[in-house]
Nanobody, 119 residues
Framework: QVQLVESGGGLVQPGGSLRLSCVVSGSISSIYTMAWYRQAPGKQRELVAA???????NYADSVKGRFTISRDNAKNTVYLQMNSLKPEDTAVYYC?????????????WGQGTQVTVSS
């Protein structure tokens, strides 16, 4: 079974920083992408950041220059470094793994971690 476990959420002041971690366990192929999504109350889940095996990244316009997604393959962990946090960043953040195998992919999700930005 593939499992993703997020951690690192919490309450921070505007302008503060937070680093989210997502530990992946289970058997996956060598071709995959990792991503972070977030969902605020009453809003749809949106892509925050994604990183492919080759290193290419994609960020939502609202977080460009503030958030950074990275991987530590040895630790099977993906991170989301969040700087200059704004109240609008408040949401539940979800880790996502898209695993490609034989021309198809499977999505795996973490349980989510709450990030609250407030003074």
């Amino acid at each position: 079974q593939v499992q993703l476990v997020e951690s690192g959420g919490g309450l921070v002041q505007p302008g503060g920083s937070l680093r989210l971690s997502c530990v992946v366990s289970g058997s996956i192929s060598s071709i995959y992408t990792m991503a972070w999504y977030r969902q605020a109350p009453g809003k749809q889940r949106e892509l925050v950041a994604a990183r492919a095996t080759g290193g290419s990244t994609n960020y939502a316009d609202s977080v460009k220059g503030r958030f950074t997604i990275s991987r530590d393959n040895a630790k099977n962990t993906v991170y989301l470094q969040m700087n200059s946090l704004k109240p609008e960043d408040t949401a539940v953040y979800y880790c996502n793994l898209r695993n490609f195998r034989y021309g198809v992919y499977s999505d795996y999700w973490g349980q989510g971690t709450q990030v609250t930005v407030s003074s």
